[in-house]
């Protein structure tokens, strides 16, 4: 099978069975997704998703929490991972949305990493999801997932595998391979126990055939 036809079985399957995917981070706009994706490095969507609307309704913008203290916002993201750094991120990065942007939360990559605790990842979510861009924003789940069905070869960093996944799926569908790709990897291609009997795409599997030939 040759590249462009395993990713266009993956893309058939896809668009049958989830051409709806999207993110299960719960938003009402940039800014709100912005906090909720800083907040989601290496915590789960569903733990952020119980601590955002506490945050939402004290500070329901940049302007407000520009203005928070580390001692008022902290015990609001006390239970999401690495809490410290994560409300610094959060202040920070308010507050220079305030500063150097006018409140308004910038739709470019170069622009997003230059806010604190925001990475390549988060600024490829934002974008994406909010403006359909063609970014991939590789994490764990669509790093293994992809490498796992060979839509990857031998990539060694995230950044090596999103390049090599953005050069083969059409620009228009990028942005929704994200969610394909990390859905797939939180539902179905677990990191230790894989639900392969459940997976509709095994069949092109590299993962899986080197399982059945163990």
Not at 27 to 38: G, K
Request: overall charge positive; some cysteine.
């Amino acid at each position: 099978m040759t590249k462009k036809d395993r990713y266009q079985f993956v893309i058939d399957y896809f668009s049958e069975h989830a051409p709806d995917a999207e993110t299960e981070l719960f938003y009402d706009n940039p800014y709100q997704l912005l906090v909720a994706v800083i907040l989601s490095a290496q915590c789960t969507d569903k733990r952020v998703n119980l601590t955002t609307p506490a945050i939402f309704d004290r500070y329901p913008g940049p302007e407000a929490l520009s203005e928070a203290t580390f001692d008022e916002l902290f015990p609001l993201i006390r239970s999401i991972s690495y809490p410290n750094n994560k409300t610094k991120h959060l202040i920070g990065m308010a507050q220079m949305l305030i500063h150097d942007f006018n409140g308004e939360v910038p739709m470019t990559v170069n622009e997003l990493i230059k806010l604190p605790g925001v990475g390549r990842k988060t600024a490829n979510v934002i974008t994406s999801v909010i403006d359909n861009q063609p970014n991939m924003a590789v994490d764990t789940h669509v790093f293994r997932v992809s490498a796992r069905l060979g839509l990857t070869t031998r990539a060694k960093t995230p950044l090596q595998a999103e390049l090599q996944l953005i050069k083969y799926f059409p620009k228009e569908l990028i942005h929704k391979a994200h969610h394909w790709l990390i859905l797939h990897g939180r539902y179905i291609c677990l990191a230790r126990s894989p639900k392969c009997e459940a997976c509709g795409l095994k069949s092109i599997c590299l993962y899986y055939k080197k399982l059945q030939s163990a």
